[in-house]
């Protein structure tokens, strides 16, 4: 699996390419949260179209989830825009929506998109403050 990631101003991006594994998901999460600019961010987005592939583990995504619960106490407002486009396995999408469902009463907004531009377009809405600065 090959990671991409840029960070902007008010948020980050992670681009994933290849075969995506349990560690790769937890390596995501824990480079984030290492890095002191993960305070400023007001929104991630994860974009998963140039996958081929991933391991189904819930208890990864339930581990994600609980961590990012934690990270509320000190970020209580985040957006996360998953891009999961129609083609991927039904097992991922699967994935995806127990995430959302793991969040739901987190005080973050987690949406699953099927392209960059619906993603894009569901952040500057949320963050009208900032959508100049969403690319």
Sequence with gaps: MALTVIWQTIGVEFSFHGF???VDLL???D???RDPRCLDMRYRLCDFSAI????KHHHIVQLMADTDKTATLNMPRQWIALILPAHLDSGIHQLAQRYCDAMADSGWSV???ETRGQARDWLRAALPTY???IP
């Design 20 to 22: 995506v594994t349990d």
């Design 27 to 29: 390596q995501m999460n």
């Design 31 to 33: 480079r984030f949260y």
């Design 52 to 55: 081929n592939g991933a391991e």
């Design 111 to 113: 949406g699953v998109f």
């Design 131 to 133: 959508s100049s600065q």
